[in-house]
């Protein structure tokens, strides 16, 4: 009998991180399970990549990832490596956000981190492996003038993931963050910015190798947090 194939998840997929993860999952031969609110981001995938499969899920809602995470294993069977890649892009100062965007930004970024760990956990224990990346940002660690709802709500992200990487790691599973610094390749980013140079720019495909060799890492030396910046950065 063929060796069951690796479940990956890869959540809050998009044309930039989410969508490079995918394809760098699936190329190691991982069935990938693709999430994102709306099919607009998931159908060009589908029809791109062998192996991937995509649902539809609003990451802060409990019944919606219950239900996705039901069809996951139903269709491709239990999880062994979560990327959580969604993420709450609000910007204003603490004058001009609203309550709602700072309660959305929380509940994207940290309460749907904990919904869906909480879906993969038992079987990973079960099993004694597994790994559960967070894509987390600078903000988590320096609130910036006009981030009052996206820094606060990476911060928790980022005590979650703490939190969680003391409490499974002896559970044989590997929580792992990645601090995102600097600004994502993208033609909207692209676009706001001209005249930045290639190397002010992170590559996507970049954030997915580091993610992926994450989950690879021997487990008598695992990293919690790493760093993702481009070499012109300052910092």
């Avoid at 607009?40 to 995470?69: H, M, N, T, W, Y």
């Avoid at 959580?84 to 749907?112: C, H, K, L, M």
């Avoid at 390749?185 to 140079?197: A, E, G, N, S, V």
Wanted: glycine share 8%; proline share 6%; aromatic share 8%.
């Amino acid at each position: 009998m063929a060796a069951k194939k690796k479940v990956a998840v890869v959540a809050g997929v998009g044309p930039g991180n989410g969508a490079a993860l995918t394809r760098r999952f699936a190329a190691a031969g991982d069935a990938v399970a693709m999430l994102a609110r709306t099919r607009k981001s998931l159908d060009p995938l589908e029809g791109e990549i062998d192996g991937v499969r995509g649902f539809e899920c609003d990451v802060a809602s409990p019944e919606s990832v219950a239900q996705a995470f039901a069809r996951i294993r139903a269709d491709l069977g239990s999880v062994d490596t979560l990327i959580y890649n969604a993420g709450s892009g609000v910007f204003a100062d603490v004058e001009t956000i609203t309550p709602e965007q700072f309660e959305q930004s929380w509940r994207v970024n940290a309460y749907g981190a904990l919904l869906f760990a909480r879906e993969v956990i038992p079987d990973m224990k079960a099993r004694r492996s597994g790994s559960i990346v967070f894509i987390g940002a600078t903000a988590s660690r320096c609130g910036g003038p006009r981030s009052a709802a996206f820094a606060p709500a990476k911060a928790a992200q980022r005590s979650l993931a703490e939190s969680m990487a003391r409490s499974l790691w002896p559970a044989g599973i590997h929580v792992a963050l990645i601090i995102v610094d600097g600004v994502i390749d993208l033609p909207w980013t692209r676009q706001r910015m001209p005249d930045k140079p290639e190397s002010f720019f992170i590559k996507p495909s970049g954030v997915a190798e580091t993610a992926f060799n994450l989950t690879c890492q021997d487990a008598s030396a695992w990293s919690f947090e790493v760093e993702a910046r481009p070499f012109a950065e300052s910092w």
